[in-house]
């Protein structure tokens, strides 16, 4: 029998119901006499005035008080009382408050302007071996520590038509006079020359004093200008190579546009009307404006990843309207309830809002976690995709109610104003609520298709590789890209990454050993002859790989040189390294590979105490865990089966395979993890809101689901927008975080909220609340609910006890 056919038939049945239940089976019967007596022999005396708004409510073994409020929510809890007449405050106060916001976003964007030293490409690893190799390179060859560019030539003349030569060492010639340029090689050189075989490709290697991410801008955009000089028709003229491709930044681009325009559509579906369309809008485009500014600023003190704008945007996009979303549509729902403006808002705040602060809350900290990665270009990136994800919420809980208040009564649909302005809104009407009633009546069905379309899209996950993309993904329009395929082509796929082999403390004759043992290690294409700096006790191998930097086969190669190859050649008393830019990939992915583990726990770890404190509950922080992880895992598989496997890939703009961005499962985690807890503590506490008024599990299942779905339903489906305009992104990375955002989202809000969350919830009954006596007794207090969470004079059961069905 569902748990729907046992409701209760009248309050006098919940409330025998409540009094028969408790944990270990203690059923208390007690007349309200003795609770009034019980009621003032610990905590005095019980206002008359207060009647009204207080209720018993038996909290497994323990005798709970908990009071309630009324239509205005003028007696709630102590936070939710704060955030609500913050609310209030802030619809009386609305001039100044938006007032307030303008001067305050105009100084942000005053400060950040001088602050802003741009983006880097900086792929710094403290302790790894490819940092350790740059640092011993620093000190004894400092001439080579810095990284380098490839000027590419292609003739099909060939390189030595005398028209070409002129032009090439031209060229060469007024690169070497660029500032931080220490060396330029000519491919007529007998030394350390590069050309094909046909005569028609050569590479000149231009070398910089500093790291790619360090090299000025206006160095390399000189060498870009010369190069831009020397084209001809009988000349093509690329540039590639770590500095290059370092200095290639993108802003925010059409995608934050296309994702505008898409929101704007959706609200206007879901409102009917424009001021309330706008709403979100305006406070996302508020946040973006705010956090841009914050995120700037923040590269005058630390080397910020040129991901960071693009991928901030997508984050403080959709999140900014997915918050204000949340508020708005809750604001309106009192509104038409009978409520004031300023009424409404703050109950909106108190709610909603309330919300909205725990899940910006969580991702904030799941982003910040990435600093446990140890890698401070991944930790810096989350810091910035946290500063513009608490900016979100802070526009959310102060611009937006002010802007309520300016708005009035516009927010509700014109038509509904005319035809009945306090008309309750009728749940059990809509197919929502039909939904609702078929899973209440067939939850093993709904549990098992929902749980194997979960696994079925995780499946790919078994074959995730974590790397880099190289040069080779980006778009033919680069000049990166176009370099990289004619050195492929004339030299082999594994000149676009040699490896440099640092040796410390080898003889010459040792030097030879090594060199013959590297050029017989296998899926190695050629080894340069030692350099051997001026101290005399260090050296340097170029080894160029068979293999494209991205294929497995070069990261195999990595690990046999440092493993096996190198210490078996080099001895005793010799130290080896292996690095260069390819290498530094492959720690960063080790790296992230070691300590994913840990961060998925604290992750998890965080989210399951914040939601066990607010829903007094053990059941539902683990069933969310559970469909967090099924969720994201389903988007790592789609991710793996379009970048990886090439499946659909050509609609994403992207044109080669390639391994999944290492620090890509991280951040998209952190991210979910959050969006998810999000869209988990919406419905749920909606469900938990008509639960504390009728105890009747199946019906507040229902009725939760159909009061949330349809906004949960138009947020995830502005998110989804949104992320997927990210895919039309020149870069692959993100391409990749629009992908898996969209998919993780979608199947959130679809399969796991409309299906799998009432499913579990009603198989589940009433232990859905089960939380045990002693814990209930240590955890704080913090009611999502907020407001009219129950109405006067319905006691029922929450919290710890023997669950009933």
């Given at each position: 029998m569902s748990a729907m056919s046992s409701a209760p038939s009248s309050s006098s049945e919940s409330a025998e119901r409540m009094r028969t239940m408790g944990s270990g089976g203690c059923r208390p019967r007690l007349s309200s006499s003795m609770l009034a007596i019980a009621f003032t022999f610990r905590f005095g005396r019980v206002r008359e005035s207060d009647k009204s708004h207080t209720d018993f409510v038996p909290h497994g073994s323990t005798l709970v008080w908990q009071t309630q409020t009324d239509r205005r929510g003028e007696d709630v809890g102590e936070k939710a009382a704060l955030l609500e007449r913050w609310g209030r405050f802030s619809v009386r106060r609305r001039w100044w408050v938006v007032g307030a916001w303008v001067v305050g976003l105009a100084l942000l964007g005053l400060a950040a302007r001088p602050l802003s030293e741009g983006t880097v490409n900086s792929l710094g690893i403290p302790g790894a071996e490819s940092q350790e190799a740059v640092d011993l390179l620093q000190?004894?060859?400092?001439?080579?520590?810095?990284?380098?560019?490839?000027?590419?030539?292609?003739?099909?003349?060939?390189?030595?038509?005398?028209?070409?030569?002129?032009?090439?060492?031209?060229?060469?010639?007024?690169?070497?006079?660029v500032p931080e340029v220490v060396a330029v090689s000519s491919p007529y050189q007998a030394a350390g020359a590069m050309l094909s075989a046909d005569g028609t490709v050569g590479i000149a290697r231009v070398q910089f004093s500093r790291g790619a991410d360090e090299v000025s801008t206006a160095s390399v955009k000189e060498v870009e200008r010369l190069i831009e000089a020397a084209r001809s028709e009988?000349?093509?003229?690329?540039?590639?190579?770590?500095?290059?491709?370092?200095?290639?930044?993108?802003?925010?681009?059409?995608?934050?546009?296309?994702?505008?325009?898409?929101?704007?559509?959706?609200?206007?579906v879901l409102f009917r009307t424009l001021v309330p369309t706008a709403l979100p809008l305006v406070t996302a485009m508020s946040g973006l404006a705010a956090g841009f500014a914050i995120v700037f600023s923040m590269t005058a003190i630390v080397d910020l990843s040129k991901f960071a704008p693009n991928i901030g945007a997508m984050i403080g996009?959709?999140?900014?309207?997915?918050?204000?979303?949340?508020?708005?549509?809750?604001?309106?729902?009192?509104?038409?309830?009978?409520?004031?403006?300023?009424?409404?808002?703050?109950?909106?705040?108190?709610?909603?809002?309330?919300?909205?602060?725990?899940?910006?809350?969580?991702?904030?900290?799941?982003?910040?976690?990435?600093?446990?990665?140890?890698?401070?270009?991944?930790?810096?990136?989350?810091?910035?995709?946290?500063?513009?994800?608490?900016?979100?919420?802070?526009?959310?809980m102060t611009l937006l109610p002010a802007l309520l208040g300016i708005a009035g009564r516009t927010v509700v649909y014109l038509g509904r104003r005319r035809r009945n302005d306090t008309a309750a809104i009728d749940h059990e009407a809509s197919a929502w609520y039909r939904l609702g009633q078929s899973?209440?009546?067939?939850?093993?069905?709904?549990?098992?298709?929902?749980?194997?379309?979960?696994?079925?899209?995780?499946?790919?996950?078994?074959?995730?590789?974590?790397?880099?993309?190289?040069?080779?993904?980006?778009?033919?329009?680069?000049?990166?890209?176009?370099?990289?395929?004619?050195?492929?082509?004339?030299?082999?796929?594994?000149?676009?990454?040699?490896?440099?082999?640092?040796?410390?403390?080898?003889?010459?004759?040792?030097?030879?050993?090594?060199?013959?043992a590297i050029a017989a290690s296998g899926n190695v294409a050629a080894v340069s002859q030692p350099v051997v700096n001026a101290a005399g006790d260090t050296a340097i191998i170029a080894v160029t790989p068979g293999?494209?930097?991205?294929?497995?086969?070069?990261?195999?190669?990595?690990?046999?040189?440092?493993?096996?190859?190198?210490?078996?050649?080099?001895?005793?008393?010799?130290?080896?390294?292996?690095?260069?830019?390819?290498?530094?990939?492959?720690?960063?992915?080790?790296?992230?590979?070691?300590?994913?583990?840990l961060f998925f726990?604290?992750?998890?770890?965080?989210?399951?105490?914040?939601?066990?404190?607010?829903?007094?509950?053990?059941?539902?922080?683990?069933?969310?865990?559970?469909?967090?992880?099924?969720?994201?895992?389903?988007?790592?598989?789609?991710?793996?089966?379009?970048?990886?496997?090439?499946?659909?890939?050509?609609?994403?703009?992207?044109?080669?395979?390639?391994?999944?961005?290492?620090?890509?499962p991280m951040m998209l985690f952190a991210v979910l993890f959050g969006l998810s807890m999000d869209y988990e503590v919406f419905l749920v506490s909606r469900i938990r809101e008509e639960f504390l008024k009728s105890g009747d599990n199946a019906r507040s299942v229902a009725r939760g689901l159909t009061s949330t779905a349809s906004v949960i339903t138009a947020a995830a489906t502005i998110m989804v927008v949104v992320f997927l305009s990210f895919v039309m992104n020149d870069q692959r990375v993100v391409k990749e975080f629009g992908l898996g955002l969209a998919v993780a989202v979608f199947i959130d809000a679809t399969v796991v909220r409309l299906l799998l969350v009432p499913a579990t919830m009603e198989l589940m009954g009433s232990w859905n609340w089960w939380l045990p006596g002693w814990l209930d007794r240590v955890l704080p207090r913090i009611s999502i609910e907020g407001t009219e969470s129950v109405p006067a004079n319905n006691a029922v059961p929450v919290g710890a006890g023997a669950p009933g069905r």
């Open positions: 000190a004894s060859f400092p001439e080579r520590s810095g990284d380098y560019g490839d000027i590419v030539f292609k003739a099909p003349a060939g390189l030595d038509d005398p028209g070409v030569r002129e032009g090439i060492e031209a060229l060469l010639a007024g690169v070497a006079t009988a000349l093509q003229v690329e540039f590639g190579g770590p500095v290059p491709a370092g200095q290639e930044r993108e802003g925010p681009n059409e995608s934050t546009i296309l994702g505008l325009i898409a929101a704007l559509i959706i609200l206007l996009l959709g999140v900014g309207i997915d918050y204000a979303l949340f508020i708005v549509a809750r604001h309106r729902e009192q509104v038409l309830a009978g409520h004031t403006v300023e009424e409404a808002a703050g109950i909106a705040l108190a709610t909603a809002g309330k919300s909205v602060v725990f899940a910006g809350g969580v991702v904030v900290t799941s982003l910040l976690g990435l600093f446990l990665m140890g890698i401070p270009f991944v930790g810096w990136l989350g810091a910035a995709a946290a500063a513009m994800v608490a900016v979100a919420v802070v526009v959310a899973i209440m009546r067939r939850p093993y069905v709904f549990l098992g298709v929902s749980t194997a379309i979960l696994v079925v899209l995780s499946i790919p996950v078994l074959d995730l590789r974590l790397g880099s993309a190289d040069a080779g993904n980006n778009p033919v329009t680069k000049t990166t890209r176009r370099a990289y395929d004619i050195t492929s082509e004339a030299f082999g796929p594994g000149a676009n990454g040699p490896l440099t082999v640092v040796i410390q403390g080898a003889g010459t004759e040792r030097l030879n050993d090594i060199r013959e293999t494209a930097p991205q294929d497995q086969a070069t990261s195999d190669l990595v690990h046999r040189l440092r493993d096996d190859i190198l210490p078996g050649a080099a001895g005793d008393g010799v130290t080896t390294y292996v690095a260069g830019t390819t290498a530094r990939y492959i720690d960063i992915a080790d790296r992230i590979g070691d300590r994913l583990p726990a604290l992750v998890i770890g965080i989210s399951f105490i914040l939601l066990t404190v607010v829903f007094r509950s053990l059941l539902i922080p683990l069933k969310a865990a559970l469909m967090n992880l099924l969720s994201i895992g389903a988007a790592y598989g789609v991710i793996v089966a379009v970048f990886q496997w090439g499946w659909g890939l050509a609609l994403t703009g992207a044109d080669r395979t390639g391994p999944v961005e290492s620090f890509l």
